[in-house]
């Protein structure tokens, strides 16, 4: 058994200990349609610990500077998904993107997730977002009677649509996919990684509507393969792989 | 204003109240209001397991979960629902798996079990293998599962619509709920739900405190609409401090970190829990575990320059471990303290984490507005819910299975009634007291700023009501929170328009955290013994004699409009299970 760490260096204390406050300046973008249908890029200066979160920063804005930003937000550690933004270009949970990780040297941009119509500053309407999911069949479909206790699976079983469960919904990787973008009717990824985590799961027994769906015309084959979303994704689901993995089962309609 | 008709209104969709939906949609037309997206719910954060006795692993059964429970509530649980608890358990869960819910598995294919705190075999003789787990993200798991159960069943949700007021209406001298108001987020609208049935299940409110596990959307918000109309709240001293938070953060580390082997360590490496739990040692229960702690760090045994801090050690577990069964709280260490796992401890400190207290209800989730009396058409359940299952201290995993257990109760429950019964007329003006706050906060030019007050509450918690308390911090607690209540009437916000103004809906829910604050310190005040989770300094040991008893806080207001907080108190159901010393 490892001995207690007294003699290491701890490293999350010797970051706290010497807390040297950075000034930081954020460059968001700015949209309410009930004062002006402009959009408008504003700088807020502020002094914060470079260890901070992307959020705590636009709650201090909020907080202590303009009450009127407005930005969805909840659990504060990547798991509920409500605060998927494009921070410096590239989208990220803000509760999960720590200040000092994205060079704030120089101004940070964050803007709302693209793809999604902005409502507010960094609030986009997730409705097509949830109506593509729900159109996904995303729930459990069996045939038969139930078994009294539960439906046995075994560990391997269990393994393999274990990366697509981590879904949290939070729209970065749909919002970051160039199709997506230039096509609305587009299922996106996050709705194909749904699909998938059923397709997968042994218990299923509606695969192939679920592939059927999927091969329309806005379905899986309209995906370029380009990897955004992987990249995107807060939880280090492999999206496009499970897209391909989508895309050989309605080839081979094996799964 | 808008008018709505529905046999049924849930509000909230977390666990518990997408779990009610499920079952009151097939049975009635029912609407979910919600202040978030479903998915967004903080039923999602919750990370080790839902117990469940069903011996998968080894000898196990509901009678040893029932004495668990009640064992770990130190005798304040409701022993009948305690009882129901643990029963029912073994369907939630299988309930859950039918759904679809990916459990980890045994190698013959069951529903893996893991152990956590205060489950034990044989009414204390060792940790048991009780919780059914889904690597470390049940909780996200059991959330996905139910919204998916819900578009199965053509739930309907109105998302981002914030229930502000509850409509009680005297009819012949009976309380009976007629609806609720809510101000939809996107528009500014306010909405009048009229409704036969309404299900409260809206969580919990643990951002009184400044380090929790809890979200920012936390605010006890159906506590406070209910508390309001002169219901009472039940047992609201007793808040869980969750033993692994991440240091100054909070953010929660499982549990199922040393159900899977971690070790606690204070600064000498030593592992301080077998001096205070010599049998369940890491895994006593969490209030135990939380004072531990702190004492270890008062005696100087803390970690760091300020020795503020200990250890959660999970460097002796194979690396293969923790990526299979804890590889969300592995990478939160990695993200946000910059510490690797596998090699390195990683400093935790006790974190508020779960309300005991609520809304007080029996087992069918009906809402109670004195000590035996329902009322008619109103329903709660999960955290804002006091049923009491968790007395004065709620075990590991238990949560999850409350939500779903009293979750699908009260749903059934509610969708009968509105079956058998009519809608109760709407008062006039219903929807009177939430323009009159919404338009007060839109149109003020006060001076105290809404992040200000918030954050000296905050400060204030911490300081006097949490893990140690006494007569002089709770009275300290109490003057600060009045102070606090006082400058609120002269807030003012910047957002004055109506489309997603979250400005003025922060003002609305510190309003919410004042009032419950108060009623958590006031209650705290004057229960004079220690027991679970409300620790006395000045009174270490637990009285049976004066408090086994729950603590019922009304809101009293004078013809002079002055209020005040009225304490009551009802007895705890005993069975079969007479308090003895708890030790672990």
């Not at chain 1, 999604?116 to 069996?142: E, G, N, S």
């Amino acid at each position: 058994m490892a001995t207690p760490t007294l003699d290491k260096t701890d490293k999350a204390e010797a970051g706290f200990a010497d807390t040297p406050y950075i000034t930081a300046t954020f460059r968001i973008r700015r949209f309410n349609p009930e004062i002006s249908d402009e959009v408008q890029w504003q700088d807020f200066q502020l002094s914060i610990d470079p260890k901070e979160r992307v959020l705590d920063a636009l709650h201090k804005i909020k907080w202590e500077q303009d009450g009127t930003l407005t930005f969805r937000r909840s659990c504060a550690h990547g798991i509920c998904g409500s605060d998927a933004m494009r921070i410096n270009g590239k989208n990220r949970l803000a509760c999960k993107t720590l200040i000092k990780d994205i060079n704030p040297e120089k101004p940070i941009t964050v803007e709302a997730i693209k793809g999604l119509t902005v409502l507010k500053d960094l609030v986009v309407d997730m409705d097509p977002f949830f109506q593509a999911y729900r159109d996904v069949m995303p729930f459990l479909v069996t045939k038969g009677n139930e078994p009294t206790r539960e439906r046995l699976q075994s560990p391997e079983d269990r393994e393999r649509f274990d990366d697509t469960t981590k879904c949290i919904l939070c729209a970065a990787c749909t919002s970051s996919c160039p199709v997506f973008w230039n096509d609305g009717q587009y299922f996106g990824p996050a709705a194909i990684v749904n699909a998938h985590r059923f397709i997968f799961d042994s218990r299923d027994e509606a695969g192939e509507q679920r592939l059927e769906i999927l091969n329309d015309r806005d379905g899986v084959w309209r995906c370029r393969t380009t990897f955004n979303c992987t990249d995107a994704c807060p939880r280090g689901i492999e999206v496009t792989k499970a897209i391909q993995e989508v895309k050989r089962a309605l080839i081979t309609r094996r799964f | 204003m808008q008018i709505h008709k529905y046999d049924t209104v849930i509000v909230g969709a977390g666990g518990a109240g997408m779990r009610a939906a499920i079952e009151s949609t097939k049975r009635s037309r029912t609407a979910v209001l919600t202040k978030l997206y479903p998915t967004r719910s903080h039923t999602g954060a919750a990370q080790g397991g839902m117990a469940a006795a069903l011996a998968n692993v080894e000898e196990d059964n509901w009678e040893w979960h029932t004495f668990d429970t009640i064992k770990g509530g130190d005798y304040l649980v409701d022993q009948d629902a305690a009882e129901i608890l643990a029963k029912e358990a073994i369907d939630a869960v299988l309930d859950l798996e039918k759904m679809g819910l990916p459990f980890g598995r045994t190698p013959e294919g069951k529903i893996d079990q893991r152990r956590f705190g205060g489950h034990s075999r044989n009414h204390g003789e060792a940790p048991v293998r009780r919780a059914c787990y889904s690597g470390d993200r049940t909780g996200h798991m059991i959330l996905q599962t139910l919204y998916q159960n819900c578009v199965k069943e053509g739930v309907e949700f109105f998302n981002e619509f914030y229930v502000l007021d509850q409509l009680v209406v005297e009819v012949d001298g009976v309380k009976k709920s007629a609806g609720v108001v809510a101000y939809e987020l996107a528009t500014g609208e306010i909405h009048v739900f009229q409704a036969k049935s309404v299900i409260y299940a809206s969580g919990g409110t643990g951002k009184f405190f400044k380090v929790t596990s809890n979200a920012h959307t936390l605010t006890g918000d159906g506590q406070a609409a209910c508390y309001r109309r002169g219901l009472p709240l039940e047992d609201m001293e007793f808040f869980q401090f969750h033993p692994t938070g991440i240091w100054r953060m909070g953010i929660l580390l499982t549990e199922g970190a040393r159900g899977e082997g971690g070790i606690l360590r204070n600064k000498d490496g030593e592992r301080f829990m077998e001096k205070y739990a010599p049998v369940m040692k890491d895994l006593a229960s969490r209030d135990v575990v939380s004072r531990s702690i702190y004492t270890e760090i008062r005696e100087g045994r803390g970690c760091g320059p300020e020795g503020d801090h200990v250890y959660l050690d999970l460097t002796h577990l194979p690396p293969e471990q923790l990526d299979a069964k804890l590889p969300d709280i592995t990478e939160f260490a990695r993200t946000y303290l910059g510490i690797e796992p596998y090699t390195d401890p990683i400093p935790i400190q006790p974190t508020a984490h779960y309300a005991m207290g609520g809304i007080p209800t029996n087992v069918e989730g009906e809402v109670l507005a004195d000590n035996t009396t329902v009322v008619p058409g109103l329903y709660a359940a999960g955290e804002v819910a006091c049923v009491s299952v968790h007395g004065a201290n709620r075990l590991g995993t238990n949560s999850l299975l409350d939500i779903n257990v009293f979750g699908r109760r009260s749903g059934i429950a509610a969708a009968e009634y509105a079956a058998k019964n009519d809608f109760v007329e709407l008062p006039e003006d219903p929807a009177r007291l939430v323009q009159d706050q919404v338009e007060r906060l839109r149109n003020s030019t006060g001076t105290e700023r809404v992040h200000t007050l918030r954050t000296e509450l905050q400060e204030c918690m911490d300081a006097n009501v949490m893990v140690f308390r006494t007569e002089q911090t709770i009275k300290t607690a109490v003057d600060k929170i009045a102070e606090l209540r006082a400058r609120y009437l002269d807030v003012s916000i910047q957002d004055k328009g109506k489309r997603f103004n979250t400005d003025l809906l922060e003002a609305v829910e510190l309003g919410n955290l004042l009032d419950l604050a108060e009623v958590m310190a006031t209650s705290a005040l004057a229960r004079k013994e220690s027991r679970g989770g409300h620790y006395r300094e000045d009174f270490p040991n637990r009285d049976d004699v004066n408090f086994m008893r729950h603590t019922m806080a009304y809101r009293e207001v004078a013809d002079d409009g002055t209020e005040s907080i009225r304490l009551d108190y009802k007895p705890v159901v005993t069975t079969r299970y007479q308090p003895m010393e708890r030790k672990y």
